[in-house]
């Protein structure tokens, strides 16, 4: 069983626009430190679950219970949440959205080598973070891919071979592109443990952590615990369900209502 959890950014009290993507809709997802740190300490000491490891290519697929860590959109904050990782030996995937390198509030390009060069796995969240991926032409889609794995390599000197679909917009033909660029391990974000192949490139499903979700909510799911990730998997499907009636009407509405709440 491969568990997968799906972190962003994590930030100080009152200061949710210093690292990633900025408004109400974006800031559900960042945790402050003190409650990312309850986090960690949680899945460390949760009995069961399985050793945090790193997945860099699908020839490597694990082959015992294994949890993975996971950060979405190259936030300023991945590095001071690379060193709370190092403090237990783990390391992370961070998945950075490219166009946005060096703005702020994200990574600088030193910083995504440092954080190679201190052994986490670097991967694209795609060049421009598309609203809703699964409707982007196949032009587009390889445009995603390839420009920011360019980026990426240009910066670390390899070619990174991960990656993560931004928003949730996951289709068979995100993940055909994502293969056809080089891309062996891609994670989305529906909340599942199986594997699957498309193309030779493993997809692999992630937990969302996000505002609201406890520590001990986080090692549960990190254990394998049945409930948790059930209420998770009808939660996803039913948002997946608003996602295709909605359109881009469910978008609008949600950041509205994000942003009012915020």
Request: glycine share 10%; aromatic share 8%.
């Amino acid at each position: 069983m491969i568990i997968s959890l799906l972190y962003h950014d994590v930030v100080e009290p009152g200061q949710f626009s210093s690292s990633g993507f900025p408004g109400g809709d974006a800031n559900v997802y960042k945790l402050l430190r003190s409650e990312f740190e309850q986090h960690l300490q949680a899945l460390e000491h949760a009995p069961g679950r399985g050793n945090v490891a790193l997945l860099d290519c699908a020839a490597r697929e694990p082959s015992s219970k294994t949890l993975l860590l996971t950060f979405d959109d190259g936030g300023a904050s991945a590095l001071s949440i690379a060193s709370l990782l190092e403090r237990r030996g783990w390391r992370g995937h961070f998945l950075v959205t490219t166009d946005y390198i060096g703005k702020p509030g994200f990574l600088r390009a030193d910083q995504i080598r440092e954080l190679h060069a201190r052994g986490h796995v670097l991967g694209s969240h795609s060049c421009s973070h598309p609203i809703r991926m699964s409707r982007c032409t196949p032009t587009q889609l390889d445009r995603e891919w390839t420009v920011s794995l360019q980026t990426l390599s240009d910066i670390i000197g390899e070619r990174p071979r991960v990656a993560s679909v931004p928003g949730g917009y996951y289709s068979r033909q995100v993940a055909e592109t994502a293969a056809a660029a080089g891309i062996e391990v891609l994670f989305n974000s529906e909340p599942i443990s199986r594997l699957a192949r498309v193309e030779g490139c493993l997809v692999l499903g992630r937990h969302s952590i996000q505002q609201g979700i406890s520590a001990h909510a986080a090692a549960r799911i990190a254990q394998g615990a049945w409930a948790p990730r059930f209420r998770q998997y009808l939660y996803w499907n039913s948002k997946k369900i608003a996602k295709r009636l909605g359109g881009r009407y469910y978008l609008a509405l949600r950041k509205s209502l994000l942003r009012n709440a915020s």
